[in-house]
């Protein structure tokens, strides 16, 4: 049986890692970048491969593509996955940091679609997912430019889910709210559970969205926020 492969970007720590270890231990391989080395020790730890790079460099992501389908001969999951843009006072907010926002958040998304869909297609299906915030349905003053810019994401999602649908091709989006890999303890009490989120528990809900233990579920936002938003 030929394995499956993952390609996580920002895989370094965090949310990232710990679906990189979630994914091996489902019988993926794994194929990480990071800006760090975190990512090559962590590909070592899970007998994976890995590379170091930037998602708002399109050459890394290629790269990582490349790395993959020469290491594998197959693309099955893709996790694309970064770090927080800058912050600040709504129109505080500079045009540079916005404009890096856009960088950071969608460009890659579109970028790494490019790059697998055709991928995909050949193969006969695959997942994306991408992770954004539990706030893009109820937008926050904490992080405006993540809140902008993740939503546009999460109508990519939409928009790609109906054109390659019809090639077993799906895309979704994970929401996950406060996490423990940031310090952020202050703000369990917003959840309904009362506490922040493992990162073994978004790893967890990320794996159902890549596998196909969610295969008849496509362009949708997932939120895992512990029950903090409160729209319907």
């Known amino acids: 049986m030929t394995q499956k492969t993952c390609l996580v970007t920002g895989a370094g720590r965090g949310i990232g890692a710990a679906i990189a270890r979630e994914m ?7 194929v990480l ?6 990512c090559e020790k962590l590909a070592a730890d899970l007998g994976g491969v890995a590379r170091r790079g930037v998602v708002q460099n399109p050459d890394d992501l290629k790269a990582l593509v490349d790395l993959a389908m020469t290491t ?3 693309i099955d999951a893709v996790l694309n996955h970064t770090g927080h843009p800058p912050k600040g006072d709504l129109l505080e907010i500079t045009d540079e940091n916005w404009d890096l926002a856009h960088e950071m958040i969608v460009r ?12 995909m297609a050949a193969q006969g299906g695959g997942s994306i997912v991408n992770v954004t915030t539990y706030a893009v349905g109820e ?29 077993n ?14 310090d952020v303890g202050k ?14 528990e978004q790893a967890k809900a990320a794996a159902f969205l890549l596998t196909d233990d969610s295969s008849y579920m496509t362009g949708q936002t997932m939120i895992v ?8």
Do not use: E
């Not at 970048?33 to 975190?38: A, H, I, T, W």
């Open 24 to 30: 091996h231990a489902r019988g993926y391989a794994v």
């Open 33 to 38: 970048m990071s800006p760090s080395d975190n």
């Open 72 to 74: 594998h001969g197959r």
């Open 108 to 119: 890659p998304v579109l970028r790494m679609a490019r790059l697998v869909t055709p991928i």
């Open 139 to 167: 937008p926050s003053l904490w992080f405006p430019a993540s809140c902008v810019y993740r939503a546009g994401v999460a109508s990519f999602t939409k928009l790609y889910a109906d054109r390659y649908g019809a090639q």
């Open 169 to 182: 091709i799906r895309m979704n989006c994970l929401a996950p709210g406060f996490t423990d890999s940031l």
């Open 187 to 200: 703000y369990g009490d917003l959840a309904a559970l009362k506490r922040i989120a493992r990162v073994d």
């Open 225 to 232: 926020d512990g029950g903090a938003t409160r729209h319907v």
